[in-house]
Nanobody
């Protein structure tokens, strides 16, 4: 069983930065794709970015140039570095793992393990 724990959320002013962490445990993660999603109140779960265990990344257009996904394979931890935060970035941020080994996907249904989420609030 895979266990994902996010941390690093909080309250920040517009233009500020946060780094979210996702600590993974439970099995070998080689071949997994790790994704970040977010969900604001009343909205669906939105793709933010992903990374595979060899370090290839992809981020959504809405955060490109501001957010970066990285990985520390030795620590089984994935990070989401968020800079230039805007009020519209406020949401619960989730880490997810896709164990299927296929092409990386930005669809939530493609991920089979999820963390509990961490709240990010950006004040104007």
């Amino acid at each position: 069983q895979v266990h994902l724990v996010e941390s690093g959320g909080g309250l920040v002013q517009t233009g500020g930065s946060l780094r979210l962490s996702c600590a993974a445990s439970g099995r070998t993660f080689s071949g997994f794709v790790m994704g970040w999603f977010r969900q604001a109140p009343g909205k669906g779960r939105e793709f933010v970015g992903l990374i595979n265990w060899s370090g290839r990344t992809y981020v959504a257009d809405s955060v490109k140039g501001r957010f970066t996904v990285s990985i520390d394979a030795a620590k089984d931890t994935v990070y989401l570095e968020m800079n230039g935060l805007k009020p519209e970035d406020s949401a619960v941020y989730y880490c997810a793992a896709d164990s299927h080994g296929g092409n990386p996907t930005d669809r939530p249904l493609g991920y089979d393990f999820w963390g509990q989420g961490t709240q990010v609030t950006v004040s104007s």
